[in-house]
């Protein structure tokens, strides 16, 4: 029911970076984004959109040819998209600081950017990714959707700083989860509530409990691919966690039942044979298992804080979403 908007997003986004001034930002913006990726998060930002806007409105964009591609400030359409386009430059941006940190060399099965124009020149196409992003927030016009943006900014950096710092607790990842993976999902998704209608209060809270449990769900499900996934699958190498010393749930959980692991997990895996001793006792514990189940909860709790919208196609798709991200192989 979004295919015209999510195309629109693929073959705008590029725009929002072109950069005539630096020939090696506007070729390290657009390498970023050429990667593809699942556009996930601008797919649940239209989405939210369509469930949150008036069904006239729904039914009659739902019913155009092709959604409005040049900016238009008046029109609600254009204002969605465009802060789907930022959502996604946003995650990009981040993606690209990760690769640097964690010594990532592919990302979305090519070659890293840091690996084609070394690791300083990265870190700058990341902090420009994320100022092009700032400046199109900003051109929304609406004061609570740039302060909710700029929150995810916030929590992005004090997430990853949490992973660097180690979290050997439950408590310890399901923050630092929210922070990485969740608080963009919640707030781009409470944004979009806001430019539907900026009094309905309710509105912004189904799209902030939505959003926060479907982004840690989304980590959870991550994780575990870590572990059973393949290379192919994932575009990166198979227990790549562990190996940067990151301890995610299914470790944490069997952790929690075996000392030995508990041990290894606050060492950073470090000793030889840690990794190995975590990962059968993971599968001993059927901490996998455990840990998706943990997702499904969150999911359910995504779904039922839709309950506040009114019904439409576009929630009730937003509800069979958290099947993707449960299902998900990649």
């Not at 990760?98 to 890293?112: F, H, K, L, M, W």
């Not at 609570?144 to 929590?155: A, C, F, N, R, Y």
């Not at 999911?299 to 439409?312: F, I, M, P, Y």
Request: proline content about 2%.
């Amino acid at each position: 029911m979004i295919g015209k908007e999510i195309a629109a997003v693929k073959n705008h986004i590029s725009e929002l970076v072109h950069d005539k001034e630096n020939e090696v930002l506007d070729h390290a913006g657009k390498y970023a984004l050429r990667g593809g990726g699942k556009l996930l998060r601008p797919a649940l930002v239209s989405l939210m959109a369509h469930a949150t806007m008036s069904k006239a409105d729904s039914d009659r964009y739902r019913a155009m040819a092709e959604v409005p591609t040049m900016w238009d400030e008046k029109d609600q359409m254009c204002r969605f998209l465009r802060l789907a386009e930022v959502t996604e430059l946003i995650h990009t941006a981040s993606l690209v600081h990760d690769d640097v940190i964690d010594n990532s060399d592919t990302r979305r099965g090519q070659p890293a950017l840091h690996t084609r124009i070394g690791a300083k020149r990265a870190v700058l196409a990341g902090d420009f990714l994320l100022a092009r992003a700032s400046y199109w927030i900003a051109t929304l016009r609406e004061a609570e959707v740039v302060i909710l943006m700029t929150k995810s900014l916030e929590d992005l950096t004090r997430g990853e700083l949490m992973q660097m710092d180690g979290c050997f607790d439950l408590e310890a990842y399901d923050r630092k989860s929210y922070c990485k993976t969740a608080s963009l999902i919640d707030h781009s998704l409470a944004a979009t509530a806001v430019l539907a209608d900026p009094t309905n209060i309710a509105y912004k809270e189904a799209a902030r409990c939505y959003g926060s449990n479907l982004g840690v769900a989304f980590q959870i499900v991550d994780d575990c691919l870590d572990i059973t996934g393949s290379e192919g699958q994932m575009g990166k190498p198979k227990l790549a966690d562990m190996a940067e010393g990151i301890a995610t749930l299914p470790i944490l959980l069997a952790a929690q039942k075996d000392p030995k692991v508990d041990a290894a997990v606050r060492r950073r895996f470090v000793q030889e044979g840690d990794i190995a001793i975590s990962t059968e006792a993971m599968e001993r514990h059927g901490c996998v298992a455990e840990a998706l189940m943990i997702a499904d909860q969150r999911c359910r709790a995504a779904v039922e804080g839709l309950s506040k919208l009114h019904k439409s196609d576009a929630r009730d798709a937003l509800e069979e979403a958290v099947q993707v991200v449960l299902t998900r192989k990649m």
